[in-house]
């Protein structure tokens, strides 16, 4: 079965910086663009990043564009989000998704991880 | 960027009571070349990731009772609860995947029982 499973969230200061992982396993990790999607307190979902099945391109929402870095290492069925210059504004719970289809960068999602708190606060 | 607007923003339903959940995009999800509508649905519930219900507008995923329907074309679209149960107290998102990014949700629809 389809797990999706991150890692690295917590506590960080303004202006510091967090790299989150997603372990992936039950399918063929190598073949998907993988998504990252975040959901601040109480609030609604915020798509953030996508990469390609291969890890050669990514594109982000225009608020994370400059400090925010997906990479994914398809050796270890890993996904990877740097987050660098860390705001209050990105406090959020951050979820790795996986689309339906392996074929287009913009689908829907059938699977998500359990999600991971990102605390930003001095 | 496609916005998308739900209504509305919270409903309360008696048990057994048809809810009805309504998501507005600002331009046309519908691609005329396989004439499919970009348009998912999710349901969260409190402490977990969404969980997918409706994808194409209508089509049910797997799994997913058939007292969920999704139905609409174009920009305006509707998840149905046919007969609320206990379990389906959640938030409810649509989102569309027509565009390139970015990938747009709507605002969220809390359901509740009266």
């Known amino acids: 079965q389809v797990q999706l499973v991150e890692s690295g969230g917590g506590v960080a200061q303004p202006g510091r910086s967090l790299r989150l992982s997603c372990a992936a396993s039950?399918?063929?990790?190598?073949?998907?663009?993988m998504h990252w999607v975040r959901q601040a307190p109480g609030k609604g979902l915020d798509w953030v990043a996508v990469i390609s099945y291969d890890g050669v391109n990514a594109y982000y929402a225009d608020s994370v564009r400059g400090r925010f870095t997906v990479s994914r290492d398809n050796s270890k069925n890993t996904l990877y989000l740097q987050m660098n210059s860390l705001s209050p504004e990105d406090t959020a719970v951050y979820y790795c998704a996986k689309p339906r289809g392996s074929g287009s960068y913009w689908d829907f999602f059938d699977y998500w991880g359990q999600g991971i708190l990102v605390t930003v606060s001095s | 960027d496609i916005v998308m607007t739900q209504s509305p923003d919270s409903l309360a339903v008696s048990l057994g009571e048809r809810a009805t959940i309504n998501c507005k995009s600002s331009q046309s999800v519908l691609y005329s070349s396989n004439n499919k509508n970009y348009l998912a649905w999710y349901q969260q519930k409190p402490g977990q990731p969404p969980k997918l219900l409706i994808y194409w507008a209508s089509t049910r995923e797997s799994g997913v009772p058939d007292r969920f329907s999704g139905s609409g074309s174009g920009t305006d679209f509707t998840l149905t609860i046919s007969s609320l149960q206990a379990e389906d107290v959640a938030v409810y998102y649509c989102?569309?995947?027509?565009?390139?990014?970015?990938?747009?949700f709507g605002g969220g629809t809390k359901v509740e029982i009266k």
């Open positions: 039950g399918f063929t990790f190598s073949s998907y663009g």
């Open positions: 989102q569309e995947y027509y565009s390139p990014f970015p990938l747009t």
